[in-house]
């Protein structure tokens, strides 16, 4: 058994490691030229490079998953979960037993700050494809030959499944896709085709025009992706394309649209004047509109997050089957935030 599973190893992380030096050098990415001071050896970066150096380079999208859902953070979710289920005591006491230096419980509390943003994401990751002038190739995560405890981004040296997702018509030179998403998709859209509903998608995304997403933030501020694994978020924005087609005209989808035209689709500005109207407090009345700039201004989230929908197509074709005695032509039914709706 060991024999077979050896062989069956050696020659895949021969090919792995005949992967050449990516030039793909994307602009969240990864610079290639950090000190070693600012690339502290993580646990998480431990783990990966014994894992590279069994059994060869890994995609970006398992770098993720090995980043976003490594086992201190499903300790610390697990932590929470438990905390939550009896009753969110305002106190309570962390303890762990044989410490050592206390990484685990660090990357658990850590996990209390990030836990957002983690359950937000969903763990979701995405492969990312270039094109050379051998065809599309997959972008891949090796160990650097020059710095043994430093990653770096080659490109596979052959086609890997990640190409199926390319359209034959693409233009763009760098594409990010992500499988689960466009999995979840299709079950989503055959369960509304099936019996009804809808689904909202909101989102930082793209509408099939992004190429480099793929970036890394710690503290509300951008990281490289390769620097210090584990101690940072990991994001790519959504295709929103990708997802339109995963739906496989099953449904009919919407958008995607931003944010600001959305919410104000949704009556946001009527919202807003009602709650100042309702407010004499100066303090909280300056809460809502630095909450409604947030939200609505194109240089913040206003132009950023992008909603897109699925619904059943009876939900816009009813006209076809209703008319107002009036009308000669049907009439469409107006979905809220898509369309501009009448507000008294």
């Known amino acids: 058994m060991t024999a077979l599973v050896r062989s069956g190893v050696g020659p895949l992380c021969a090919m792995a490691r005949a992967a050449i030096p990516s030039i793909w050098r994307g602009k969240y990415f990864s610079s290639g030229n950090e000190p070693a001071e600012n690339n502290p050896v993580t646990p998480m970066l431990r783990h990966l490079i014994y894992k590279i150096k069994s059994t060869g380079p890994i995609t970006v999208a398992e770098y ?4 976003l859902t490594n086992p201190a953070k499903l ?9 939550m289920a009896t009753g969110k005591s305002t106190a309570f006491q962390l303890v762990e037993l044989g410490p050592g230096r206390g990484t685990l419980v660090g990357d658990i509390l850590r996990v ?13 990751s995405v492969h990312l494809v270039e094109k050379t002038p051998q065809g599309w190739r997959e972008v891949f995560i090796d160990i650097d030959p020059q710095v043994s405890d430093k990653l770096r981004f080659v490109l596979a040296p052959s086609a890997t499944p990640a190409e ?6 693409e233009t763009r030179d760098h594409v990010e896709v992500c499988p689960d998403a466009g999995v979840i998709i299709e ?28 970036r890394g933030f710690c503290g509300h501020k951008l990281h490289d992706v390769l620097i210090a694994p584990g101690t940072a978020d990991l994001t790519a924005d959504v295709d929103f ?12 989808s919407l958008g995607p649209i931003k944010q600001h035209t959305f919410l104000k689709n949704m009556g946001i500005d009527v919202r807003l004047k009602v709650l100042l109207d309702k407010s004499n407090e100066p303090s909280v009345r300056q809460q809502l509109l630095q909450g409604y700039d947030m939200l609505m201004n194109p240089k913040k989230m206003g132009e950023r997050f992008n909603f897109f ?27 809220a935030g898509f369309s501009e709706l ?3």
């Not at 209390?112 to 979701?124: A, E, P, R, Y």
């Open 309 to 335: 929908a699925l619904l059943p197509h009876e939900r816009l074709q009813g006209g076809r089957h209703q008319r107002n005695a009036r009308q000669s032509k049907p009439f469409a039914s107006l979905v």
């Open 112 to 124: 209390f700050t990030q836990l957002g943003s983690v359950l937000k994401n969903c763990d979701i």
């Open 241 to 252: 394309s990708y997802l339109r087609r995963m739906a496989q005209g099953k449904v009919a």
């Open 187 to 214: 079950e989503l859209s055959q369960r509304i085709a099936l019996t009804g509903g809808a689904a909202l998608v909101a989102d930082y995304g793209h509408d099939g025009t992004k190429t480099d997403t793929f």
């Open 75 to 83: 300790l610390g979710i697990w932590f929470i979960s438990e905390w």
């Open 64 to 67: 993720m998953k090995e980043v």
């Open 342 to 344: 009448a507000w008294q």
């Open 164 to 169: 199926v997702f390319i359209q034959h018509d």
